[in-house]
């Protein structure tokens, strides 16, 4: 039996069926904590591994996330499944459930193992420099893992390199000029979230819109150019007609970095009461 903290004990679950077929019996132990509103599980990135197994394919939280994130990046999340992740990794399904008790698990530990990429933006010399190279690289990777922005802007994430990253922004952000106490600190995280969750579902929306109709956004906007040409010209929307005429048509990147530094700018003053 692994030791305990204070406060935490163990408990034997046995379940009838898995959760993918409904037809073995599962039996793992829970770690189980003691809070204000009652008994909870432990976050799984403070359980300890499980005991080593004299199996043929050794496996691990690390493991398993790397290869849940791969087929992720694949297939998206709605095509992820214990049962896959276990016939990638050449076990049987019920052994990842020694790991992870189930799929909100699972994804804690793919979120977290992103964030360990967007932590090599490491700090800069500045707080802006530093807030900057944070936001781009979250920007890149998110990209690069589409199914990032679908979980991000919910509750926190809580995991220990979420938490590294989440110091190192706040950090940065205190030392803004405009960022005199916490409640400023406060205001400025949250435009800074909320630009972020926006502006990466804005643009993965984007990137799948043009795969699943094959058209791409500069191909859709000259499809409708002839009717919003005669829409404009009825003058009912001058406004509108300035932004389409004269505003400046930025790529995807110039756009992010310029709303980013709207932001950074706004951050920088010191807000009204």
Known sequence: MPVQD?????????????????????????????????????????????????????????????????????????GLSVRKIAKELGVGPMRLYDYVVNRSELLDLMVDAVYAEIAEAGQHSGWRATVLAIVHRTRDVALAHEWFADLHGARPHLGPHALAVGESTAAALSQAPGVRNIDDLQRALGALNAFITGALRREVTERRTARSTGTDLTAWQVSLGPYLNRMLETGRYPTVARLVIDGAHLSAEETFHHNLTTILDGITSHPHT
Request: aromatic share 4%.
């Open 6 to 78: 204070s406060g935490q004990r163990q408990a034997a679950e046995t379940t009838t069926g898995d959760r993918d077929s409904h037809r073995h019996p599962l039996c793992r132990t829970l770690y189980l904590m003691n809070t204000p509103y009652g008994s909870a599980p432990v976050p799984v990135w403070e359980r300890p591994e499980p005991r080593p197994r004299a199996a043929p394919v050794p496996l691990s939280r690390e493991k398993i996330a790397a290869t849940a994130i791969r087929l992720a990046d694949a297939d998206g999340l709605d």
